[in-house]
């Protein structure tokens, strides 16, 4: 067997790794034979010299079969199993609508679903806010749930990728995050090990995104949907815009009352529901419920406005232990801040630009997200009533809502709203799309 530093010397040196010495790598990175200074040495590698889509696949069935593998033909559904996965944003509630949505077209989604990293918000931390969610379960009920429900959202289990766990908390130390095939490595192990029939990924890009520019960001969607392809994963890749936040709130607690106001249909951001619809058309062709994006549409728009995903995400939230009227009670159970204030332009005039990132910032230091990785949210702070581009705001038109513990927490958020964002005398000419591409899949022959 080849030493694991011949392997960290050939990957060094600019040379291809073979599939053997991979998985031979990964093995020992799993059974604790391979140290914390060789998986940095060989993470380091691979950020400056890269990996072949073949390399990259082999990384990532290794790393799926690191730990235990689920396989959904055991639970005999009656249908595919697809999830969805973004590269994380602020205000992307996109996962506590659309999976119901789909569960409602007939697709089954076994979503296992990430905290927040950085600025960006997290699903798992939305979900906490629910009373009662529990979103460690065994795998009996999450299996359970996702057969009687059609939907289950869990958070990564212990023995779920274990090799993919200890890399990425080694990358984080060691500043080989942005590599791109190891962030293409570390998404697909998971989603093998979920045992998933195909993917529909959301990549964002600008100035709220993990990648800001869309050149980084287009080369991981096709980088994912190629290695997705060679790993018998079909992969379809939405690039989308994450320049202002996706909803108007941005915080736990608020961002799952806007997912509960959308799927009642009392009011649906704009912006929201194109990304909605559309990763839902990718997830209906992928599991061939329907044989065109524009019949797709008018299924997923059909399952939201009949109430059929709301009575879905219902079922979900009562299976995984939560209220059973959350939808018809929500302000009983969601926690309110106890300081909400507007803050307001320092002129007045049309919301040209803003800082995403800053957005995303404010509510982790309102304590809506971690500085450390230990650290406890408060579900109840965040920002509501967020001015997206092209709004007038003034002396009688707030940026936003901000709700927080007391009254220094939000001094100190409106003086970093303000300066995130631009105003100008005109407003931009039109709104933009929020789709900004399509990638796959493609076929490997």
């Not at 998985?23 to 060989?42: C, K, N, P």
Request: hydrophobic fraction near 45%; include cysteine; charged fraction near 25%.
């Amino acid at each position: 067997m080849t030493l694991p530093q011949e392997i960290i010397r050939k990957k060094r040196d600019g040379w291809s790794l073979r599939d053997d010495e991979i998985e031979a790598f990964v093995a020992g990175l799993t059974r604790g034979a391979i140290s914390d200074a060789q998986a940095s040495a060989l993470a380091m590698a691979i950020y400056f010299c890269g990996m072949t889509p073949r390399e990259c696949a082999a990384l990532t069935r290794a790393m799926a079969r690191s730990g235990t593998m689920l396989d959904w033909r055991k639970a005999d559904l009656p249908g595919p199993a697809i999830d969805k996965h973004s590269t994380g944003g602020v205000g992307d509630v996109v996962s506590l609508i659309l999976a119901p949505a789909a569960a409602a077209c007939g697709v089954y989604v076994p979503m296992i679903a990430g905290r927040g990293l950085g600025h960006t918000g997290g699903t798992v931390d939305k979900l906490e806010s629910i009373p009662g969610y529990v979103t460690q379960p065994g795998k009996d009920l999450f299996i359970d749930v996702v057969r009687r429900c059609g939907c289950a959202i869990i958070g990564q289990t212990e023995d779920l990728a274990p090799a993919d766990k200890r890399l990425y908390a080694i990358r984080g130390m060691t500043a080989t995050v942005e590599s791109i095939p190891l962030i293409t490595a570390s998404i697909l192990s998971k989603k093998l090990a979920a045992g998933l029939d195909a993917l529909a990924m959301d990549v964002k890009t600008g100035s709220g995104a993990f990648l800001p520019s869309h050149e980084e960001a287009q080369t991981l969607a096709e980088s994912i949907v190629s290695v997705g392809a060679q790993a018998g994963l079909p992969v379809r890749a939405l690039i989308t815009d994450m320049n202002e936040p996706l909803a108007s709130a941005a915080g736990n607690a608020l961002e799952v009352g806007v997912a509960i106001d959308f799927l009642r249909g009392k009011k649906i951001d704009r912006r929201l529901r194109e990304v909605v619809l559309c990763l839902g058309v990718e997830m209906l062709l992928l599991a061939g419920k329907s044989q065109s994006a524009p019949e797709a549409e008018r299924t997923m728009r059909a399952a939201i406005s009949s109430g059929a995903a709301a009575e879905r995400f219902a079922r979900m939230v009562t299976a995984m232990g939560g209220p059973v009227d959350l939808l018809e009670r929500p302000e009983k159970y969601l926690s309110r801040a106890v300081s909400v204030q507007a803050v307001y332009p320092p002129r007045r005039g049309y919301v040209a630009k803003i800082d995403t990132r800053s957005l995303g910032l404010c509510v982790v230091k309102l304590g809506g997200g971690r500085r450390e990785a230990d650290a406890k949210i408060d579900p109840s702070v965040g920002l509501s009533a967020i001015a997206g581009i092209g709004t007038f705001v003034g002396d009688d038109a707030p940026l936003c809502m901000i709700h927080a513990r007391d009254q220094d927490a939000t001094a100190a958020a409106a003086n970093t709203i303000i300066t995130a964002y631009k105003i100008e005398d005109e407003a931009p000419r039109r709104a933009r799309s929020c789709i900004i591409a399509h990638i796959g899949p493609v076929e490997i022959t």
